[in-house]
């Protein structure tokens, strides 16, 4: 019995439900993430360097259930929610007591006027009233350990619902209560089918029916495990059901549908989580588009991020990023059910040789691998398939020998091949008996091999046997609707397994303390102010990143003897801490030889800053650096997920062709050479047309740098350009030409 200091709930909580007429659905946000517990580490900036795991047992399989608002009135909207809780309580084994204050009963089971008056301690609170703050502070001081929110009306609506949203994240912070919603839904407590075996999907969903179609995939024989609708998550949130997720031995994969992160950081240390233990999340995440971002916003509250930077991060933690719910679909069940690849090879297998050739160009596109068979292997296969057709890879059969023995030999023998990891036949369409006897040997071949086998089943009727019965009753054989989803699941479960096969968290190199450069660098910071280039190469030089030979003059005659020894040819620009795009306004002379050159330039440069009213700390005289490869590197600051680093072609190019790839901090040297590889540019880096290598290394080291002061320097820096960074031929290093730096 819970102790009577509670009593004062009964009559706030009997004016509540009286005035909000039991209706669930009237409230819901906040952004506030739960207090770290001290003993995490942290790194330099002192952000957490794991994730932290909510213990959801308690949450997923209660011992005692609360439903507050309960109901079994005709007409009310809590009396269907109150039945399907009541005999969700019966499945999971859960005691159910119902609190209202002025029933007595409610489907036959005694209803409690609080909370107060429970008969035990409860695991699990569902509030079905329309305003939770009360509840919720209430609720904390009995100790429940979880509770569920319905209402609306919350950070979805606009700034007032922001505010009730976060007033409610603060009675949770701290208290010891884990709030899943508001604006959530009772997906959580559907029935899943307990017939299946083997590895299950869990699913999280910021929708509740955008999941459904991953719910339905129990009826093709998919086991689901749990479903967490986390709504607008003002205390639980996806990355926390990913962390929890993650740690569960029946979960074989985490499907997602995301429409805004809470957290940027919270989602990728839940996503380190998640590749360390070799669980694959598949999400679909909206707002890659301005419209698709504003409807994101308007239904749960969040702020979605540069869709860039989104994308960016998932690749770099190996979250499989998809678009469509079939792909969602499709995806997450091969990954969840896929046993590890053996090799990498592709065989595409088919009774057409247009079917296979269509299928061969869709996924080499894709990337995937199709290596061409042996000769070995291609005379071994023409033993039972007639010589004029091509074996190689696609393989073609020509459509006969599959009606007899031969059909299953020649699927025994593709298999046997050590270079090939995943076989896919393509069935554009039923074309019994063959198809059936096809269908038939690959399942059965399925059965007595570890690699995978995938069917595209391309019939749009899908009641034939050989699909319903045969293929969507075998655990082994994945099966497809559509090539473009086949390609999808067998490039996302191939990736997968290349990324975490010796996958190392980036978190665990992150720094834990500041470096002597920092201690350079924060001396040279300037709050809310923009440094000038010459400040900010002084920036570059703490962190050990090479400028060019230059002196910062104030005279003519100092620019003479500054240019003497730089060394012929300079390069003359005027340096203030409000200049940003110095080439349009002039302020750049660029191949100057000689003293009477350095003093023209000089006074042009002035006079060009007086007249547009440019305050300057001097001019700089500069090395001119001419042979390379022009590159920018820079640090942003993303909403989500903080201090970003980009790199791509430099000068102007980076502003026409928008050639850029991003990574958040902490990275190592492995992903700052992958966001070499991701540019469209990158052979400008090999050396093209007669021009030498760049010196790659020395790229990969200024990017590395730059982190390491993204990193340290946190949102001091509000921003970073290195435009352009001149790559110079291999063994030669690089030199940052220009600087722009923005401090907070």
């Not at 399942?443 to 086998?453: F, H, N, P, R, T």
């Amino acid at each position: 019995m819970l102790g009577s200091t509670h009593g004062t709930l009964t009559t706030d909580f009997r004016a509540r439900v009286e005035a909000c007429g039991e209706s669930p659905r009237t409230a819901v946000h906040s952004s506030a993430a739960p207090s770290a517990d001290d003993a995490v580490p942290l790194d330099v900036s002192g952000r957490p360097l794991h994730a932290d795991v909510p213990d959801l047992d308690r949450f997923f399989r209660p011992e005692s259930v609360a439903v507050i608002g309960a109901s079994d009135a005709e007409g009310r909207p809590n009396t269907g929610i109150t039945r399907q809780l009541i005999a969700w309580a019966e499945r999971v084994g859960a005691r159910i007591h119902p609190v209202h204050p002025t029933r007595s009963t409610v489907f036959g089971l005694t209803c409690h006027a609080s909370v107060a008056d429970l008969p035990e301690q409860v695991d699990l609170a569902v509030l079905l009233v329309a305003d939770p703050l009360p509840v919720v502070e209430e609720l904390a001081e009995t100790k429940v350990k979880f509770a569920v929110a319905f209402a609306s009306g919350f950070a979805e609506t606009g700034d007032a619902g922001a505010a009730a949203q976060e007033r409610l994240g603060a009675a949770v912070r701290g208290s010891g209560l884990r709030l899943l919603g508001p604006n959530t839904n009772l997906n959580a407590f559907e029935k899943f089918r307990e017939d299946l075996d083997g590895p299950a999907i869990a699913l999280i969903t910021q929708s509740g029916h955008q999941g459904r179609p991953v719910y339905t995939l129990q009826e093709l024989g998919i086991r689901l495990s749990h479903w967490a609708p986390t709504g607008n998550e003002a205390d639980l949130e996806t990355s926390d059901f990913i962390s929890y997720f993650a740690e569960q031995p029946e979960v074989g994969a985490i499907a997602c549908y995301v429409e805004g992160l809470k957290d940027g950081r919270s989602f990728l240390l839940a996503a380190d989580r998640a590749a360390r233990n070799g669980v694959p999340v598949v999400a679909v995440k909206v707002g890659r588009t301005e419209t698709g971002a504003r409807m994101a916003a308007s239904h749960t509250g969040k702020l979605t991020g540069a869709d860039t930077v989104v994308d960016a991060a998932m690749r770099q933690f190996g979250v499989i990023r998809v678009d469509g719910l079939d792909e969602l679909q499709d995806t997450a069940a091969l990954l969840a059910r896929a046993r590890r690849p053996q090799a990498d090879g592709v065989v595409v297998y088919s009774i057409s040789g247009g079917t296979g050739a269509h299928f061969s160009d869709l996924a080499t596109e894709a990337g995937l691998t199709l290596p061409t068979l042996s000769q070995a292997k291609q005379d071994e296969l023409h033993q039972w398939i007639p010589g004029y057709l091509n074996v190689a890879n696609p393989v073609d059969n020509g459509g006969h020998p599959v009606g007899d023995w031969r059909g299953r030999k020649i699927i025994d023998a593709i298999l046997a091949d050590p270079e090939v990891g995943v076989l896919i036949c393509p069935i554009t369409g039923p074309f019994p008996p063959m198809s059936d006897k096809l269908a038939q040997d690959l399942v059965d071949a399925a059965e007595q091999s570890d690699k995978l086998i995938c069917v595209i089943w391309g019939s749009p009727v899908g009641t034939e046997e050989a699909y319903r019965t045969t293929l969507l009753g075998s655990s082994r054989v994945a099966t497809f609707r559509t090539f473009g989803n086949c390609i999808t699941a067998v490039r996302a479960y191939l990736g997968h397994h290349r990324f975490t096969t010796g996958y190392r968290s980036p978190f665990e190199d992150a720094p834990r303390t500041p470096s002597p450069s920092y201690r350079k660098a924060q001396a040279l910071m300037r709050p809310s102010q923009q440094l000038s280039e010459h400040a900010a190469k002084q920036l570059l030089r703490a962190y050990g990143i090479r400028v060019p030979r230059e002196q910062l003059v104030t005279s003519a005659a100092a620019a003479v003897r500054a240019a003497g020894l730089v060394g012929y040819p300079v390069v003359m620009k005027a340096s203030g801490p409000q200049l940003g795009h110095k080439t349009e306004l002039g302020l750049v002379k660029i191949g100057l030889t000689s003293a009477s050159q350095i003093r023209d330039a000089y006074r042009e440069l002035t006079d060009i800053a007086r007249y547009e009213s440019v305050p300057l700390d001097g001019i700089l005289v500069c090395q001119m650096v001419e042979r390379g490869v022009e590159m920018v590197v820079g640090v942003t600051q993303d909403d989500l997920f903080g201090p970003t680093v980009t790199v791509g072609l430099g000068g102007v190019l980076v502003e026409v062709l928008h050639d850029a790839a991003v990574r958040v901090p902490p990275f190592g040297e492995d992903q700052a050479r992958a966001m070499l590889r991701e540019l469209r540019g990158h052979a400008l880096l090999e050396g093209v047309r007669g021009a030498p290598p760049a010196d790659v290394d020395a790229l990969v080291e200024v990017v590395l740098r730059i982190q390491r002061m993204a990193l340290e320097l946190g949102d001091e820096l509000s921003e970073l350009d290195i435009n352009p960074l001149m790559v110079l031929p291999r063994g030669q290093g690089a030199v940052a030409l220009d600087a722009l730096a923005i401090c907070r």
